[in-house]
């Protein structure tokens, strides 16, 4: 069917249901609840049209099947007909943003911040196919992915679901993830979501959710040139930003949401709003409700108080201050991507070809798709004196408290919200001393590295990076104290929050081999694993021996032995800016090969 006629088929669909719409049933479609909070019942009664698992809300077990089931009593209680009820299929969304993370077992890819570096399209849009695959195991069809953000500033607790500080290569991966989510809407895609809209990573000192200062140009050339190819692979959904623009909310933000993005831009799928997002409009819980609406979100994503959201929405209708026009444009949205992307046509979830092979999540050729994004990921910033390729052979010691946790490797958005620490609930992975120990035998890991025995090492690995976090939890702010100054020494102060407690590499140099000899000199050998959400401001370190990118390698530590050990070169570049004592250390697009 050509473009044209499957768009006159489905505005046809479209105004056929509208008309036999009730006000309550358009209402009901335009709210989201939390399934912690959202019952099968709840969703029949209120005509709600999404349900949404926060980061770390899962089911059961959290194994395919409990998904499974739960999608399956929401999906039927959408499409209830007793009582003359109009049957519409729900959407269920979830945010599977670096692999279906939330979910035991599944894999997990390095995030946005780590596929950045290796600047390579097909990649992403492979691993986004083999996403959504997995989100379809589990009977779920939205995604809160891919992120355009362009970060600006490393403080951000957010950098690390960038992919650049660049806005053209965030441009070229984000529109080849949406492609690989979608999979041309067909059986094997899901839902994607471009977001934030618009401006997230451009605030003042990187503070989440804070204010992005910008001319309308600086605008549009940093922070929307992403959302250009977004919106022509078709993106069905965008999510609004918390940030304002210029002291304005986005989710407020008529201009943004409504004259650019929907009439200038022509995007004809719906606006969804960020998490209880268009509550912080106003004290008025009433007119903030209002202003999203009338600015022009189309969905409101809301965590508890859904059935308040719907019966303001009612009020704000019957009393004129929401046109019914704009309620009907919504809800004609968010019909309009159900019918395109087949959800009317879609059996109920536990009879998808998905939902039938449970085996898809944490699939080995998925695992194997995920050990070659850490290869591809992974940055030599420094190499001198050569020591890399290390020789199996070789007595290695392995240090650093993020050397053996695949929880702190993950990032946020694993398993829960703000991650998880160790290697138990992270199934199926390995953790860069696992990737070691795995080719290398004579290998020993010393977590703090203090008492290690000179005598019984070659080389020295040490890991070390950030404990993970998600969100406004992992910005660095500068703490203002009386004579602490500001900016980097300042925020390395505050940064401790993040910073797991590493061995900081004097303290390696101290004890371990051969150092010993060299006490007063660099020790001229050992590596410098930096894993962690973001560039971080150094001077302490030798520098020249960072081996390796910011970024969550996910779980895959056998990808990092690929390169150590010589499998494969490296072959990643900075995508952000490695800031310095004397402004950037390492341009962006930076990066080292052993060849
Ligand atoms: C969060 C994030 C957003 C996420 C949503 C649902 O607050 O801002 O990126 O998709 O809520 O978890």
């Given at each position: 069917?050509?473009?044209?006629?499957?768009?006159?088929?489905?505005?046809?669909?479209?105004e056929?249901?509208?008309?036999?719409?009730?006000?309550?049933?358009?209402?009901?479609?335009?709210?989201?609840?939390?399934?912690?909070?959202?019952?099968?019942?709840?969703?029949?009664?209120?005509?709600?049209?999404?349900?949404?698992?926060?980061?770390?809300?899962?089911?059961?077990?959290?194994?395919?099947?409990?998904?499974?089931?739960?999608?399956?009593?929401y999906?039927?209680?959408?499409?209830?007909?007793?009582?003359?009820?109009?049957?519409?299929?729900?959407?269920?969304?979830?945010?599977a943003?670096?692999?279906?993370?939330?979910?035991?077992?599944?894999?997990?890819?390095?995030?946005?911040?780590?596929?950045?570096a290796?600047?390579?399209?097909?990649?992403l849009?492979?691993?986004?196919?083999?996403?959504?695959?997995?989100?379809?195991?589990?009977?779920?069809?939205?995604t809160?992915?891919?992120?355009?953000?362009?970060?600006?500033?490393?403080?951000?607790?957010?950098?690390?679901?960038?992919?650049?500080?660049?806005?053209?290569?965030v441009?070229?991966?984000?529109?080849?993830?949406v492609?690989g989510?979608?999979?041309?809407?067909?059986?094997?895609?899901?839902?994607?979501?471009?977001?934030?809209?618009?401006?997230?990573?451009?605030?003042?000192?990187?503070?989440?959710?804070?204010?992005?200062?910008?001319?309308?140009?600086?605008?549009?050339?940093t922070?929307?040139?992403?959302?250009?190819?977004a919106?022509?692979?078709?993106?069905?959904?965008?999510?609004?930003?918390?940030?304002?623009?210029?002291?304005?909310?986005?989710?407020?933000?008529?201009?943004?949401?409504?004259?650019?993005?929907?009439?200038?831009?022509?995007?004809?799928?719906?606006?969804v709003?960020d998490?209880?997002?268009?509550d912080?409009?106003?004290d008025?819980?009433?007119?903030?409700?209002?202003?999203?609406a009338?600015?022009?979100v189309d969905?409101?994503?809301?965590?508890?108080?859904?059935?308040?959201?719907?019966?303001?929405?009612?009020?704000?209708?019957?009393?004129?201050?929401?046109?019914?026009?704009?309620v009907?444009?919504?809800?004609?949205?968010?019909?309009?991507?159900?019918?395109?992307?087949g959800?009317?046509?879609?059996?109920?979830?536990?009879?998808?070809?998905?939902?039938?092979?449970p085996?898809?999540?944490?699939?080995?050729?998925?695992?194997?798709?995920?050990?070659?994004?850490?290869?591809?990921?992974?940055?030599?910033?420094?190499?001198?004196p050569?020591?890399l390729?290390?020789?199996?052979?070789?007595?290695?010691?392995?240090?650093?408290?993020?050397?053996?946790?695949?929880?702190?490797?993950?990032?946020?958005?694993?398993?829960?919200?703000q991650?998880?620490?160790?290697?138990?609930?992270?199934?199926?992975?390995?953790?860069?001393?696992?990737?070691?120990?795995?080719?290398?035998?004579?290998?020993?890991?010393?977590?703090?590295?203090?008492?290690?025995?000179?005598?019984?090492?070659?080389?020295?690995?040490?890991?070390?990076?950030?404990?993970?976090?998600?969100?406004?939890?992992?910005d660095?702010?500068?703490?203002?104290?009386?004579?602490?100054g500001?900016?980097?020494?300042?925020?390395?102060?505050?940064?401790?929050?993040?910073?797991?407690?590493?061995?900081?590499?004097?303290?390696?140099?101290?004890?371990?081999?051969?150092?010993?000899?060299?006490?007063?000199?660099?020790?001229?050998?050992?590596?410098?694993?930096?894993?962690?959400?973001?560039?971080?401001?150094?001077?302490?370190?030798?520098?020249?021996?960072?081996?390796?990118?910011?970024?969550?390698p996910?779980?895959?530590?056998?990808?990092?032995?690929?390169?150590?050990?010589?499998?494969?070169?490296?072959?990643?570049?900075?995508?952000?800016?490695?800031?310095?004592?004397?402004?950037?250390?390492?341009?962006?697009?930076y990066?080292?090969?052993?060849?």
């Amino acid at each position: 069917m050509s473009m044209l006629a499957e768009a006159a088929t489905i505005a046809t669909r479209v105004e056929a249901l509208l008309a036999r719409m009730s006000l309550a049933a358009k209402l009901g479609q335009m709210v989201q609840g939390e399934r912690a909070w959202t019952t099968p019942d709840d969703v029949r009664e209120y005509h709600l049209g999404s349900i949404l698992s926060g980061g770390g809300s899962v089911p059961g077990a959290n194994r395919p099947a409990d998904w499974v089931a739960m999608n399956d009593a929401y999906w039927q209680a959408s499409m209830a007909t007793d009582g003359g009820r109009l049957p519409i299929p729900l959407l269920y969304g979830v945010d599977a943003v670096h692999g279906h993370a939330n979910v035991l077992g599944a894999t997990v890819f390095p995030h946005n911040i780590g596929l950045g570096a290796t600047g390579d399209p097909a990649l992403l849009e492979r691993i986004a196919r083999a996403t959504a695959r997995e989100i379809l195991a589990t009977g779920v069809d939205w995604t809160f992915a891919p992120t355009l953000a362009v970060a600006q500033d490393p403080r951000w607790g957010r950098t690390y679901e960038s992919y650049s500080d660049d806005p053209a290569l965030v441009a070229r991966l984000g529109a080849a993830f949406v492609r690989g989510l979608q999979a041309e809407r067909g059986p094997d895609g899901v839902v994607a979501c471009a977001k934030h809209f618009l401006g997230d990573g451009g605030t003042t000192d990187g503070v989440d959710q804070g204010n992005t200062v910008a001319s309308e140009e600086e605008l549009l050339a940093t922070h929307l040139t992403p959302y250009h190819p977004a919106l022509e692979a078709g993106v069905l959904t965008v999510m609004a930003s918390f940030n304002s623009w210029n002291g304005d909310k986005c989710h407020g933000h008529r201009w943004l949401l409504t004259d650019l993005l929907k009439h200038r831009l022509g995007f004809d799928g719906f606006v969804v709003s960020d998490w209880d997002g268009a509550d912080y409009l106003s004290d008025d819980y009433a007119e903030a409700i209002a202003m999203a609406a009338n600015a022009g979100v189309d969905m409101f994503m809301v965590s508890v108080e859904w059935r308040k959201c719907i019966e303001t929405l009612r009020a704000l209708v019957d009393a004129g201050t929401i046109p019914l026009a704009r309620v009907d444009d919504a809800v004609r949205r968010i019909l309009g991507v159900k019918l395109r992307y087949g959800l009317f046509d879609r059996p109920r979830p536990a009879e998808r070809p998905w939902a039938r092979r449970p085996a898809a999540l944490g699939a080995a050729e998925h695992r194997a798709i995920a050990r070659e994004a850490v290869r591809k990921s992974l940055v030599l910033l420094k190499h001198a004196p050569r020591v890399l390729p290390l020789s199996t052979g070789a007595r290695i010691l392995v240090a650093g408290r993020n050397a053996d946790n695949r929880g702190h490797q993950c990032g946020g958005f694993t398993i829960e919200w703000q991650g998880v620490s160790g290697n138990a609930r992270i199934e199926g992975g390995t953790s860069i001393w696992e990737g070691i120990r795995a080719v290398a035998p004579h290998a020993e890991l010393v977590p703090d590295g203090a008492g290690a025995d000179p005598s019984r090492h070659d080389v020295a690995v040490v890991v070390i990076g950030e404990r993970p976090y998600a969100e406004g939890m992992g910005d660095i702010r500068s703490v203002p104290s009386p004579g602490a100054g500001s900016g980097p020494r300042a925020a390395r102060r505050s940064s401790r929050r993040t910073a797991s407690r590493w061995p900081w590499p004097t303290s390696i140099r101290k004890t371990s081999p051969r150092c010993g000899g060299f006490r007063q000199r660099r020790c001229p050998w050992w590596r410098c694993c930096f894993r962690a959400g973001r560039s971080w401001w150094t001077r302490k370190w030798p520098q020249r021996r960072r081996s390796s990118r910011p970024g969550c390698p996910g779980r895959r530590g056998a990808g990092v032995s690929d390169v150590l050990f010589g499998q494969a070169d490296f072959t990643g570049r900075l995508s952000f800016r490695w800031p310095g004592a004397g402004g950037t250390l390492f341009p962006c697009g930076y990066g080292l090969t052993l060849g």
